[in-house]
């Protein structure tokens, strides 16, 4: 009886250190990833002004949002946040980088975009987080790239042979002349810590703020982006493929609806094969077809523009939006260049389960843990 008395003590103190922690700042240039039932978040950018990067602190933070959990995103809601600054010391202040789980025992790989001050503490940009031990790292990698830093440049991982592939990005900032914006292909082999490089023969222009899915077939998709050469957000008539598979670059014509050109976009793939594209920032402020959807099972990808049942969140950028089952999460960003600063604890909850109607709701609701008859349960549909 005793014992019993015990576990339900702990599991209350449990949900009470949830419900206890809620990040409190307004972040731009935050990283997201999903690993197993948390979504972790780390470092970003805490404005000052908001128009602008004056005055802005660089984060951090390191926290996640338990989406093992039913919540509620309504006003007054705590939503299951935990956190983890205990186990943070050794993170460097950052934004604008790549979150991915790749690695040994799907560790998660955080390259560093921008360094915060005092800057880099070794001048190696990666760190890993072993889900298990609850530590991060900063192991030294081999044959690095001439620029390790990369800032606004998503990675992607290919499970199979564990590698990290990251395209163009920023490089570092200061200094009267700063190096040019490259278009290479860097590779990471996350188990042995060596770097390689891509096939850039044919590679696109050199870009940053973009997105990278990497589809089935072993093709990454890459979408929006600010060039280099012009600062301008990318057209997405014309997609970018890089092939894994063979180091080689191809370009996706696209028909259908073509939404306007965009950078600081978020991009995640459904089972069924849809990229769905939420927010941007198109030159003068947020993307007004916020929600757009490329089909890419077609011979040709085709565009849509979102059919939404429901009322919106105001449109934004500097954000992340993370697939969790039928549910895309967005969290936090900035909602216009020309309005005020959003409230902190933004997070916004997309229902993608059907196709035609898409909806914004209130409520996150958890799949059922899969059993041997269902591999992939699905989450309820909302009422």
């Known amino acids: 009886m005793l014992f019993l008395c015990l576990i339900v ?17 307004t972040v731009w240039g935050h990283s997201a ?5 948390k979504i972790y978040f780390t470092g970003g950018l ?38 983890l600054s205990t186990v943070s010391q050794i993170l460097p202040t950052h ?73 163009s990005g920023l490089p570092p900032p200061g200094g009267p002349n700063p190096p040019p914006i490259s278009n290479n292909v860097d590779i990471l082999d996350t188990w042995m810590l060596l770097w390689q490089l891509g096939n850039a023969a044919t590679a696109p222009e050199g870009r940053f703020d973009h997105t990278g899915t990497l589809l089935a ?34 370009t996706m014509n696209t028909t259908g609806y073509l939404p306007t050109p965009r950078a600081y976009n978020s991009a995640v793939l459904t089972e069924d094969g849809r990229i769905i594209v939420y927010g ?10 916020d929600l757009v959807i490329l089909d890419t099972t077609q011979p040709v990808f085709t565009w849509s523009r979102a059919y939404v049942s429901t009322a919106s969140p105001p449109s934004r950028f500097y954000h992340t939006a993370t697939l969790v089952g039928d549910y895309m999460i967005v969290a936090f960003g900035r909602n216009n260049i020309f309005l005020p600063l959003p409230q902190s604890n933004e997070v916004f909850i997309l229902y993608t389960g059907n196709q035609f109607d898409y909806q914004w709701v209130n409520e996150f609701i958890p799949a059922p843990k899969p059993n041997p008859k269902h591999k992939h349960p699905k989450n309820k549909a909302p009422n």
């Open 46 to 83: 805490y404005p000052k002004n908001p128009n602008n990067f004056d005055g802005v602190t660089f984060s951090k933070e390191f926290f996640y949002l338990d989406v093992s959990k039913r919540f509620n995103n309504g006003v007054g809601e705590l939503l299951p946040w935990g956190d």
């Open 33 to 37: 990833v999903l690993s197993d039932t």
């Open 217 to 250: 077939n072993g093709y990454i998709v890459y979408i929006g982006g600010t060039l280099g050469s012009s600062g301008v957000p990318v057209d997405l008539s014309v997609l970018p493929l890089y092939s894994i598979t063979d180091d080689t670059w191809t």
């Open 280 to 289: 941007g920032f198109n030159g003068t402020g947020a993307a007004i077809d």
């Open 95 to 167: 934004s604008w980088s790549s979150f991915l789980t790749c690695g040994y025992n799907n560790n998660l790989i955080l390259n560093v975009g921008e360094f915060g001050p005092p800057g880099a503490p070794n001048g190696n940009s990666i760190f890993v987080y072993d889900i298990k031990s609850q530590q991060w790292s900063n192991p030294m990698t081999t044959n690095q790239p001439q620029y390790s830093i990369h800032s606004g440049s998503q990675t992607v991982c290919d499970i199979k042979t564990k590698k990290m592939y990251r395209f």
């Open 9 to 25: 003590i702990c599991l209350y103190f449990n949900e009470i250190t949830l419900a206890a922690f809620m990040p409190t700042n």
